[in-house]
């Protein structure tokens, strides 16, 4: 008798073959720099709209960013004023390094292009930024503190989230960038300081699935903080946890889930 296929949380039927050899391997490029580049732009309208649904749409705040693969100097992003549930992909910015925008109708918002333009030149490794003022990210970013391992979620940033301890104002500054860059280093996400959280990662589905992941443990941990003494994930347990979990593999695996309701549902956003 056969033995199920197990990954995790995952438990499938008999024989049944899973898309990938192993679901939490990130997915392999397009065929074409045209295939890629469309790929990208789809994943980010979406996230848009996911980030809408998930509350992460205060005021004006917030962008997420997407190298493109044959000018990896410029990045595609949103326009300052349109409502993320609004977002299309004929909506999306192209810019380049000087902050001028080549493709799309502006306006840019200023604080994205100094965020990300920053970390897409410092980072060649990463392809996509989200930063917004989700509220719980606001809230935990107060405290001026790194996550605890405190359940197995919070394990995808074991030991993998920097921290910005440095709020000056609003990010104007290309060179403000840069130092939120280096709080980043090499992890997929930062708690900056006062101000709200950021995550990075090889693809726009990592990227905007680690946002989620990221409020989510912030919120968290500021119930268990208020309701009592919160045990941590010992250090070897959580450690090995972050292996099993934090790699983009699974965060685009659990995008994609997200992505095929939000293209489903409202199908004018690959527009």
Not at 62 to 74: K, M, N, S, Y
Not at 150 to 156: F, R
Not at 199 to 226: F, K, R
Not at 234 to 244: D, G
Request: aromatic share 8%.
């Amino acid at each position: 008798m056969s033995t199920p296929f197990v990954s995790n949380d995952f438990t499938v039927v008999p024989n049944a073959q899973p898309q990938r050899q192993d679901w939490f391997e990130p997915a392999p490029p397009r065929a074409s720099v045209q295939a890629e580049r469309l790929h990208r732009k789809q994943r980010l309208a979406v996230a848009f709209r996911l980030f809408a649904q998930q509350g992460f749409d205060y005021g004006l705040a917030g962008h997420i960013t997407a190298r493109d693969p044959e000018w990896p100097d410029h990045f595609w992003v949103n326009p300052l004023g349109v409502h993320f549930s609004q977002i299309q992909v004929s909506d999306l910015l192209l810019v380049n390094s000087a902050g001028e925008i080549v493709v799309g109708q502006g306006p840019l918002n200023r604080a994205a292009f100094a965020i990300h333009a920053a970390l897409h030149e410092d980072r060649p490794d990463i392809v996509a930024a989200a930063h917004t003022h989700s509220t719980h990210g606001k809230a935990w970013s107060t405290l001026g503190r790194r996550l605890d391992p405190l359940t197995q979620d919070a394990c995808i940033f074991y030991g993998d989230h920097g921290l910005f301890a440095d709020f000056s104002g609003v990010v104007l500054d290309t060179e403000e960038g840069l130092r939120i860059g280096q709080a980043l280093g090499p992890h997929k996400a930062v708690i900056l300081q006062n101000h709200g959280i950021l995550t990075a990662g090889p693809s726009v589905e990592a990227a905007a699935w680690w946002y989620i992941a990221l409020d989510n443990a912030c919120h968290a941990q500021l119930l268990a903080e208020a309701a009592g003494t919160p045990q941590p994930i010992p250090h070897p347990v959580a450690e090995r946890t972050h292996a099993q979990i934090g790699g983009p593999g699974g965060a685009e695996f659990a995008f994609q889930a997200l992505y095929d309701i939000v293209v489903r549902q409202q199908p004018e956003v690959l527009q």
